[in-house]
């Protein structure tokens, strides 16, 4: 199959927010313990944080982390976390069924992000606490001093504020499992409560209510449009959740997941600007994407699942999925359609970062790797930078069971105007034929390919483990060439492809 593709840097979709390229680190099994943090690792810094994970975090260029959960948060009491260490309470975390020692909290995670250079996206619990809590917290956090809490924080060794610019009002609400899960209007009534109080304490804050777990949830839109009618004036982004995975050995449907995550944002962009010309407001509402992956939940739901009154291990191996590269050619595609719909996805956070549905995996006392999911991450994150462009693709169709008739081939383009430089990220889905693609790239003048990546192999389930890390590696894709005006290139079968040019 051929396909063609147009690129003019003239027509943007919108100015790439650095936020898209956000974490997300959740106390839940080995993601803090034994992965994060590790003391008696030989890798490990003074602060018992693991070097070889915190190098590899750099290596990923994660802008944002999200902390510290997560259906966790919604049985977080955050005072727990902070001050003298050995007086921190073991607590149960009903949401993982693990014991939470609290040997790292709020102070040790933010020495851990200036080590690898991140900035803090902090959860309220609106699921057993409220407003005063979250208060709490913000004046612990953001006020500079003269108050009881803000003094507490200098005490436990942080004199200036930690000055957390974005929140998240809760976490899933909308979900059954969620610990105080409630009906949109008695979530939206608290939302907006505790927004208005945050921004009396700190009007600088940027609040994201949560949206839905997924587009699949039966309330999904209607719990978008009561949420935001409660609180549209009180917050600046409302959140979306999605996992994929393959079900039932549909290849064909689990590649075009991101098909899924175009409707979904639309969906919500439609619904949030349906409630604008509703309340009347000059303001509009953007998205923080604020957990997305591939997952195999059914694989959760079977086989990790941990019970007993008196089982409450601390960081067991937990969501521990092992990506092949399929996935990691899907979680490509995933970043392509959060980048072109920039103008509206203003922070995203990959969920989540070592060992739990992660791309990079440790071993207590052992290696730290990466996963097939690790390089579209770090491509793209350096890669995508300035504007994500509107493109005029023309490709062939296949069928998919859940999403009908989708497209083979899939690309964003990226122009950043004041270094000159461009990037194309794409798919191909097709099973088993290569496509050739040609790209019009006239419009950028007299270019050249810098740098080419790619993901394929024979073997689509090819993955990294801990008897073989370096299964699956970045390769090159060398098929470009360029000939007036055109760029043309192969993109073998299920394989995602990153170019730069300049
Ligand atoms: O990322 C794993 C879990 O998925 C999070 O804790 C929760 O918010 C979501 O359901």
Not at 206 to 223: I, N
Not at 269 to 287: E, P
Not at 421 to 448: K, Y
Request: aromatic content about 8%; some cysteine; proline content about 4%.
């Amino acid at each position: 199959p051929t396909a063609r593709l147009t690129i003019d840097p003239h027509f943007s979709v919108g100015r790439i927010d650095r936020r898209v390229f956000g974490g997300f680190v959740e106390h839940l099994g080995r993601h803090v313990y034994d992965g994060i943090y590790e003391p008696g690792h030989p890798t490990a810094d003074p602060d018992g944080f693991r070097q070889d994970v915190i190098d590899l975090v750099k290596e990923l260029g994660v802008s944002t982390i999200r902390y510290p959960g997560g259906n966790f948060v919604s049985g977080f009491r955050w005072e727990d976390s902070v001050g003298p260490r050995d007086e921190r309470p073991r607590r149960l975390d009903l949401a993982w069924h693990s014991t939470e020692t609290n040997e790292v909290g709020l102070h040790e995670f933010d020495d851990w992000l200036a080590k690898v250079g991140s900035d803090l996206m902090l959860a309220v619990n609106l699921g057993t606490r409220g407003t005063l809590e979250a208060l709490d917290l913000l004046e612990y956090t953001n006020i500079s001093g003269g108050t009881t809490l803000s003094q507490q924080r200098i005490d436990n060794g942080k004199a200036d504020a930690f000055g957390v610019k974005m929140w998240c009002l809760g976490n899933e609400m909308d979900g059954p499992w969620q610990l105080g899960h409630r009906s949109a209007d008695d979530y939206g009534k608290i939302a907006s409560q505790t927004a208005k109080a945050m921004r009396q304490l700190d009007p600088s804050v940027e609040l994201v209510v949560c949206g839905s777990s997924s587009a699949h949830m039966p309330t999904f839109g209607e719990w978008e449009r009561v949420v935001l009618t409660h609180t549209y004036d009180d917050v600046d982004y409302i959140s979306c959740h999605a996992y994929y995975e393959e079900k039932n050995g549909d290849l064909g449907s689990f590649l075009a997941s991101a098909v899924d995550m175009d409707r979904f944002i639309e969906t919500v962009v439609a619904t949030a600007d349906h409630v604008k010309a509703v309340v009347g407001s000059a303001k509009t509402i953007d998205i923080s994407f604020d957990e997305w992956n591939v997952w195999y939940i059914d694989r959760f739901h079977g086989v990790d699942k941990i019970e007993g009154i008196d089982n409450w291990p601390v960081a067991p191996r937990l969501l521990e999925d092992v990506y092949s590269v399929a996935d990691a050619v899907v979680f490509g595609n995933l970043m392509i359609s959060l980048l072109r719909h920039a103008d509206r996805v203003r922070s995203a956070s990959l969920a989540q970062l070592v060992n739990v549905i992660a791309p990079i995996m440790t071993e207590p006392g052992g290696p730290a790797w990466r996963q097939t999911t690790f390089f579209p991450f770090s491509i793209t994150s350096r890669l995508a930078r300035g504007e994500a462009l509107q493109l005029k693709l023309d490709a062939p169709t296949y069928s998919t069971a859940e999403y009908g008739e989708v497209p083979l081939v899939d690309a964003v383009a990226t122009h950043d105007a004041d270094s000159g430089a461009s990037a194309v990220f794409l798919v191909n889905r097709s099973q088993t034929e290569p496509v050739t693609l040609t790209i019009d790239i006239a419009s950028l003048g007299d270019i050249s390919v810098l740098e080419s990546h790619l993901i394929a192999d024979d073997d689509v389930y090819a993955k990294n483990t801990l008897d073989e890390r370096e299964r699956v590696t970045l390769q090159t894709n060398d098929t470009a060439t360029i000939a007036g005006g055109e760029l043309t290139i192969t993109l073998p079968p299920v394989s995602w492809t990153a170019l730069s040019l300049g």
